[in-house]
């Protein structure tokens, strides 16, 4: 048993001694043959560096807008004073961005009144009165009759009438009637001239053709002081109708 493993041990032994004068061989072959071997080998060329070069390089400006400014309010609350005699008043904080909030007092008011009689100034001087109403009045509408108190028949226009007293006689004393249009002025007649018209009749002559004019007429006394309003009136165009008569009635004495 023993020699059997002897033998073993022993052919290990060779191999292991076979195999390192292979290994040296081959050392001693690479050794001697190693610059034939490397002259294929391609050398690698050496690695160049790169160059720096100082290039100035302008510095970039770029524009600064004006700061903005931010407000940030400040919110001051000042407590409402304790009112004193009054009831009592919670106080209540409205916030007002920097501004000092002052307390109010919200209170019901009592209203006394106490009613004062004011004399009222009585003016002193003579009282002004209203001026008296002119002494006649003409009558409240006109009349249009034929032509009758002449010959001139449709060849004439005119107007023509008397002044009556407070009585309803006629008035005697003589007066001025005084006729006149926008366009053109007819003059003055005296009252009592033409008793046609009646006592105390006029008549002034407008127009020699029928017309639709408008006239106005006025009593006055013979000084020229009007002593009626002036009446207006407007004929109709119609010959059977080209004579309008007017009468004046006295309203009031022509003494005041």
């Known amino acids: 048993m023993g020699s059997e493993n002897d033998g073993l041990y022993n052919i290990i032994s060779i191999v292991f001694l076979v195999l390192t004068g292979?290994?040296?061989?081959?050392?001693l072959?690479?050794?001697?043959?190693?610059?034939?071997?490397?002259?294929?080998?391609?050398?690698?060329?050496?690695?160049?560096?790169?160059?720096?070069?100082n290039t100035p390089?302008?510095?970039?400006?770029?524009?600064?807008?004006?700061?903005?400014?931010?407000?940030?309010?400040?919110m001051t609350d000042t407590p409402r004073p304790t009112s004193t005699g009054l009831p009592s008043v919670t106080p209540s904080f409205t916030p007002i961005p920097s501004a000092t909030i002052t307390a109010t007092l919200s209170a019901t008011p009592t209203l006394n009144v106490t009613l004062t009689n004011t004399p009222t100034a009585t003016p002193t001087g003579p009282t002004s009165t209203a001026p008296p109403a002119l002494p006649f009045a003409g009558p409240p509408q006109t009349q249009f009759t034929r032509n009758f108190a002449n010959t001139a028949g449709c060849a004439w226009q005119g107007i023509g009438g008397q002044v009556l007293a407070l009585d309803g006689s006629a008035f005697m004393t003589p007066l001025q009637v005084h006729v006149y249009s926008v366009e053109q002025d007819f003059g003055r007649v005296l009252t009592g001239t033409n008793s046609a018209y009646g006592a105390s009749g006029y008549e002034v002559r407008v127009a020699n053709t029928i017309n639709r004019q408008t006239f106005f007429i006025q009593l006055e006394s013979r000084g020229g002081v009007p002593v009626s309003s002036a009446v207006q009136i407007t004929f109709p165009g119609d010959c059977n109708q080209n004579a309008a008569i007017l009468n004046f009635q006295q309203v009031r004495s022509l003494n005041p």
């Open 22 to 27: 292979i290994a040296i061989l081959i050392f």
């Open 57 to 74: 390089v302008p510095p970039t400006i770029t524009p600064t807008l004006p700061a903005t400014l931010t407000w940030t309010p400040t």
């Open 29 to 53: 072959v690479m050794l001697f043959t190693g610059d034939s071997a490397d002259a294929g080998l391609a050398i690698p060329t050496a690695r160049v560096l790169p160059t720096v070069t």
